[in-house]
């Protein structure tokens, strides 16, 4: 038993790693990442490590999904679901990222993942990251950036 543990503990650390190596590789992120703003507090902290489902490219009203929003990896809670996809907010924002025309509803296509959540709070570690100082090092932006 302990041997399929090890075993077991090994692969998930193998494809944690080599998610991460591919996510850097294709400039997206790939089981896991860290928040580098406050846009999701209290759920998300600047610094949080999240883990993320990949495989997951729908979502409920409620849930918080990785996506593509102008450039830039977010995440962020889906508010609404309108025919065109779906309507996200930051917890800690006063606006939708939608309101008055900023953005597209989130189509299928622009999402990374679904955050994994036990119950209705999302899986993370504490204040894994220090700060992200800009560029694309992996971490996924929280806030909503405007021109």
Not at 11 to 28: M, N, P, W, Y
Not at 97 to 105: C, F, H, L, T
Request: aromatic share 8%; with cysteine.
């Amino acid at each position: 038993m302990k041997k399929l543990i090890e075993y077991f503990l090994i692969l998930a650390v193998t494809a944690f790693v080599v998610g991460s190596i591919v996510g850097a590789l294709l400039d997206r992120p790939v089981f896991m990442s860290y928040v580098s703003s406050e846009s999701m507090t209290p759920a998300l902290n600047k610094g949080d490590l999240f883990f993320i489902n990949p495989f997951s490219r729908s979502a409920d009203v409620g849930d918080i999904i990785v996506f593509n929003l102008r450039g830039s990896w977010t995440v962020h809670r889906v508010v609404a679901i309108v025919e065109d996809g779906y309507i996200t907010k930051g917890d800690n924002n006063v606006a939708t990222d939608q309101q008055e025309g900023r953005a597209s509803p989130v189509s299928k296509d622009k999402i990374a993942g679904k955050l994994i959540t036990i119950g209705n709070s999302p899986l993370k570690s504490h204040n894994w990251a220090l700060t992200s100082r800009g560029g694309s090092q992996g971490g996924i932006k929280c806030s909503l950036r405007l021109p």
